[in-house]
């Protein structure tokens, strides 16, 4: 299976799209299986009545963000996206059951696990490569971070009770939003652990124990956004976005492609509307002072000169449709403007084999692990090792005083860590300008020879290629993240 988030792609879909028209609801006759609907509302026009308007279709209300005119409701009336559709103030109904790209196990490998000498940290940091590349230790000897700052990770859930995790967690702050609406966090809540990983490399308490995150001192926030699955529903994202927005979160972690296809095309009336939707909720964020942080993805693929989409839609199984597409399709987080978008490097600071990339969306490099690429001495298997859940299979697991840690490699895995240095550079800095501040806490790294990558086509089949100079570049950005940059 490709579709991972640990090489992360996590994807949403939807059907049923349709312009609004000037005339009265009507109820269809006929009765589906249940069904959950994003229901967006023109710029400008009031879901004050959205109760009133649900009903009359034949629905009911799950939640509604009248804040950007996005109304999350579920009926089993299969008219109930028609009849919507013929109110003046509503611009799209699209249901989101149906559609989707769930997370699936990790990549194999044979390369074997072996201990580096711990000279930093708790008692597995001699494991983590990562931290020493980015220069974590170093910027904790300025700061380990600040409890005012609260970083949330949007994600399959959270094990809060792991004790790397604990420590730091922020239960006022975390939610679970499978429902499209928020509900409190429960024990249990990620059976992915996808989450869970993300988690600990942004923020695991420096305990003497385990592992050490890029910020052990910010409070940790979990904002579960996929069902138990790992599908990333559209009500699910919106949720969580407008969550993070009203909470005081000051950064999201986003390790996964949120939008009916992995490239949402926005002249297509059938992913408009939750194209649309989704980007509200995160320029809201964004205006409630919410730094968001996401992977670029695992397709190898340049996604500033997207060519084709193999892979979408790609539930129920069997059903993918390649097609030709544009620069009038895009990715959803990494795409929104203002979202900081991350490659991921192995432990030769090389972009790692799986990577995606791209001119106008890579802001920074972080590590991610390369396990065909880039093994080392200091990184054997090539993967990043971080918390997981005591309840969750794992392949590569390393078990530290009754604790569970996992080594995944993909973007999801790049991500946290540019988040954390976030969650540092804002501790010391403050927030202005937080995202201009992250690219200017890089090193720089030139485009490499790309006849490395030559096994690793893109989805068109065309070779990967670099794009810009040192500077700036389409495989790196502005550079690899230096986290005592961010906070000097």
């Known amino acids: 299976m ?5 090489r992360p792609r996590a994807l949403l879909a939807a059907a049923g799209l349709g312009a609004a028209l000037c005339v009265a609801p009507a109820i269809q006759a006929g009765a589906a299986t249940e069904s959950t609907y994003v229901v967006l509302y023109h710029e400008g026009a009031s879901s004050s009545n959205a109760a009133n308007t649900i009903a009359s279709a034949g629905g009911t209300v799950v939640a509604n963000y009248s ?54 940290g708790d008692s597995l940091s001699g494991l983590q490569w990562d931290m020493q590349q980015i220069n974590v230790p170093q910027a904790h000897q300025v700061t380990p971070g600040s409890k005012q700052v609260v ?7 959270l094990d809060f009770t792991h004790p790397d995790l604990a420590p730091n ?7 679970d939003c499978s429902s499209g ?40 926030a979990g904002v579960k956004t996929s069902n138990d699955d790992g599908y990333f529903f559209p009500e699910m994202v919106v949720c969580a976005y407008m969550w993070s927005a009203t909470k005081g979160i000051n950064v999201t ?25 989704e980007r509200r909720a995160i320029r809201y964020a964004q205006s409630q002072g919410v730094l968001v942080v996401a992977s670029q993805g695992n397709d190898s693929t340049d996604l500033s000169h997207p060519r084709v989409d193999v892979i979408s839609p790609d539930y129920p199984p069997g059903n993918e449709q390649e097609r030709e597409i544009t620069n009038a ?89 540019v988040a954390g240095v976030a969650a540092l550079l804002l501790s010391q800095r403050g927030s202005a300008g937080a995202a201009a501040k992250l690219q200017q ?14 096994a690793f086509p893109q989805n068109s089949g065309e070779p990967q290629t670099c794009q810009g100079g040192t500077a700036h570049n389409s495989f790196y950005g502005a550079g690899e993240i230096d986290a005592l940059k961010a906070v000097s």
């Open 169 to 175: 967690y922020d239960a006022a702050r975390s939610a």
């Open 151 to 157: 970083v949330a990770t949007l994600d399959t859930g």
């Open 67 to 120: 804040q950007i005119g996005v109304v999350i409701a579920r009926s089993s009336n299969s008219g109930f996206a028609s009849a919507l559709k013929q109110n003046g103030n509503v611009e799209g109904v699209a249901a989101t059951t149906g559609l989707g790209v769930r997370v699936a196990p990790e990549q194999d490998s044979a390369a074997e696990d072996v201990a580096a000498a711990a000279t930093w």
């Open 2 to 6: 490709r579709h991972l988030l640990n």
């Open 253 to 277: 972690n986003n390790s996964y492609f949120a939008d009916p296809w992995l490239f949402n095309c926005r002249n297509d009336a059938e992913q408009r509307a939750i194209w649309k939707a």
């Open 441 to 454: 806490a890089t090193n720089p790294l030139p485009c490499p020879d790309t006849s490395i990558y030559a």
């Open 329 to 417: 399709c895009s990715v959803v987080p990494v795409e929104v403007p203002g979202v900081v978008g991350v490659t991921a490097t192995g432990n030769k600071r090389f972009k790692s084999y799986y990577s995606s990339y791209g001119i106008s969306t890579a802001d920074v490099a972080a590590p991610g692990g390369d396990a065909i690429l880039q093994l080392t001495p200091a990184a054997p298997n090539g993967r990043v090792l971080s918390t997981y859940p005591s309840y969750r299979p794992c392949t590569r697991q390393v078990i530290e005083n009754g604790a569970k840690y996992c080594y995944l490699q993909g973007t999801s895995m790049a991500a946290p860590h």
């Open 181 to 220: 609406a928020p509900a409190p966090l429960l024990p249990g809540n990620d059976q992915n652990g996808h989450g869970t990983h993300t988690a600990g490399t942004i923020a695991a308490a420096a305990n003497g124990t385990g592992i050490v995150g890029v910020a052990p001192n910010v409070r940790l």
